[in-house]
């Protein structure tokens, strides 16, 4: 069977899909998964680039954008769907990118440019400049063949193709494939004021709305503007409606729509009426798998975290195939591990990278993608004795059993050197070696399962340690009174005595952290404004604890240094009152140092 060629793309989390989206993307999305493993990811971090300020949006947005893929025919089975900040290598991918990418890549972009003119930015962030490479990082992290875009994303792809051309030539191995820009016809797709569709301009048409909803927008939609009365011929290759009439109507009620426009045989109107004749249907089936959906967001988000997992093993074996090669840290060192061992057993030893065999072995078959059904001898033998020839054992017991290993593969590749069958395939073992091989694939799967399970404890672990329980409260010391000799009295004076002890013990009260002395400044500042004296009192507040009272306090000194504010008290233990500043010391400036002092 022919292995499926990968196909990547993602979406910021803008929220409801409308039309524009639907046909320009989406759709094409849908199609692909037949032919294609596809990998369809919320882009969220790309989201950031521009609309940081409203990342609060992001969760919600994420689950109506998804209600819309699932609802368009996007398959969680057939499709990889995940959410980019689950997969944090990304992140990491992106900044081992950036050390190798000139700058120049990037401001030749064109995209940026306009970008950066369209929103009309003095001091664009690196994010946005530096996004392109975050794309590429999305892309080559799963190796993708193929990117659907539009023509105005090629030069995106193009730097991706150089990144990876760099990457591989820098470290002299060809780690990541050069994509290729999969070009999708993106139909006109016509906002209701006849200009492109844009959520932003408040004309879109969304994959949410109701038949209603669309009839009540489409019909008031602006046509041929030299079209003024019912009565004078149209052209429809000007007409807004009639690139949607190209989307949806069939040619033939097309055709006799164009030719009742130019001859004024048909109103706009009517126009409309067959538009929305062939146009609803389809959106309304795509709403009602999407309604379906959006009404229980809990399974959309098992999905989102499915798809990441499942995104995220496949991240995780190309970084440690980028880690291994850029080799940063130390590996295959040997570390003593004196403290918690018994003096009779003397020093334990273990393999940083290894923590044995079947790990190396393991790690082998992950960074080459191997089948563990159907392990390649020849080139896993080779591999592990070359790791092999980089460690220095210092332990019999630990390097007898990476040695077991290394006996029994290369055992498994003298036979396939010496087939008992001359004709037999290259890669056939007999049946002594096929039954040793299956042995050794089934203990490494088990191996991989209890590894996974260790990682997935270890994760609980960590989740567990931020979490604090209540303890339990002492009990009284019990009596000690035969069972026989208990009686009504007895238990009637042992719960009293258990209720005054409960009662003696006072609750602790968790007391919320104080602002700081900046804030309560500002504070008395903002006060002073509208008024021209406040009480201490009254900023200091009758339920405020002792912490807070001793914040204001210090506040109120530190303006008063500062020349911000002015306080007296008539009498001793009287009530103090804050006054704002005179116009001198208005005009003074403020901040931390007092004006005109010396700079060391």
Known sequence: MTEKSRVLSGMRPTGNLHLGNYLGALDNWVRLQDDYECFFFVASWHALTTDAENSGQAPESTIEMAADWLGAGLDPERSTLFIQSLVPEHAELHL?????TPLGWLERVPTFKEMVEQLGL???SYGLLGYPLLQAADILMYKAQWVPVGVDQVPHIELTREVARRFNHTWKRAVFPEPGAKLTEIPKVPGTDGRKM???LGNAIFLSDTPEAIAAKVKPMVTDPARKRRSDPGNPDVCPVFDLHKIFTPAPAREACATGCRTAAIGCLDCKAVLLEHMVPPLAKIREARERFAAKPREIVEILHEGSRRARVFAQKTMEEVRSLINLEPRYQMTIDTEAAPESQGL??????F??????LLHLCRTNEVDLANLPIRAITEQYLAHLES???????TAGAFMVMAATLIYLKSKLLLPPDPDAPPDELDEEGELLRQELAERLREYARVKTLGAWLGEREAEQALLYGRTVAELPPPEDVPLEDLSVHLLERAITRLIQEQKRRTPRE???NPLSILERMGEIVDLLRNTWSILFSSVAGQERVRAEWVVTLLALLELV???QARAHQAELFGEIVIEGPTTDAAAAPTGGEPAGGDSE
């Open 198 to 200: 844009s959520k932003s």
């Open 510 to 512: 968790i007391e919320p």
């Open 355 to 360: 923590v044995g065999p079947l790990d190396l």
């Open 122 to 124: 003095e001091s664009p």
């Open 391 to 397: 460690v220095q054992f210092q332990d019999l017991e």
């Open 561 to 563: 240094r500062l020349g």
């Open 348 to 353: 334990t030893v273990r393999v940083e990278s």
């Open 96 to 100: 081992l990118f950036s050390m190798v």
